[in-house]
């Protein structure tokens, strides 16, 4: 007898609980199905982004390479959708500038990158220098003296993205103002920094060479990478 009340007891506590688990999940399981529509929805909405995002990028891709097979390639380049992006604006702007200065047109290349360089501001720095750095390329000699040295004094700070070719550019102002040992003192300390390309490393050597200093053996000697 005791044991038939035993099991009569647990059924009613089992089916108490039952009770009590479908009551719970009757008033909070749509939170649970909420959930679940929420990480869903997150999901759909993460890969159509990344689907417009790649179809944005390949639109832009195309209209760029369409562009730079214009006959007016700086107005081709003007005219390629951007996208409100400051980044594919300044890109377009760098190409148009290269085309430019190509074109014997160094105004207006220079124009074009000083435009870039004030667009992007503090939010690209690398392109932003990368436009700067050309500025002081495309202009030569006709660029301001205190400018020019202003400007590479900034790309040539420490961690800056084109720090060796900013320093190389002041080597070169170095020569260009009669002050060749001041020069070679600087090309040397930029042979000896960490990540000196071999294009760099080889182009410093011809330049010690074409200011009348014997550049160092293991400088001329360096084995071409592939």
């Known amino acids: 007898m ?9 059924e009613v506590t089992d089916e108490l609980r039952r009770d009590r688990m479908y009551a719970t999940f009757r008033r909070y399981g749509w939170i649970g199905i909420l ?11 993460y890969e159509y982004q990344k689907s417009r995002e790649q179809a944005n990028a390949q ?8 562009a730079e097979s214009a006959a007016d390639q700086p107005a081709a380049l003007a005219q390629v959708d951007t996208a409100g992006s400051p980044r594919r604006a300044a890109l377009t702007g760098l190409l148009a500038a290269g ?3 190509e074109g014997g047109n160094a105004a207006a290349a220079a124009a074009q990158l000083e435009q870039v360089a004030m667009t992007l501001g503090q939010n690209d720095p690398a392109l ?4 700067r750095l050309k500025l002081v390329l495309v202009q030569g000699e006709s660029i301001d003296a205190a ?5 590479l004094a900034d790309l040539a700070r420490p961690g800056a993205p084109f720090e060796l070719l900013a320093l190389e550019q002041q ?5 260009g103002a009669g002050r060749t040992d001041a020069a070679a003192t600087l090309i040397r ?11 760099l490393r080889r182009r410093l050597s011809e330049t010690m060479i074409a200011i009348g200093v014997e550049p160092d053996p293991a400088e001329t000697n360096t084995p071409v990478t592939n």
């Open 2 to 10: 005791a044991n038939q009340n035993d099991s009569f007891i647990d």
């Open 35 to 45: 959930a679940i529509v929420l990480i869903v929805g997150a999901a759909a909405w």
């Open 59 to 66: 639109s832009f891709g195309d209209a760029v390479l369409a």
């Open 99 to 101: 085309v430019q200065a």
């Open 128 to 131: 932003r220098d990368l436009a």
């Open 147 to 151: 400018t020019r040295d202003a400007l």
């Open 171 to 175: 080597a070169v102002a170095l020569i």
């Open 189 to 199: 300390q930029i042979q000896q920094r960490d990540g000196l390309s071999e294009t």
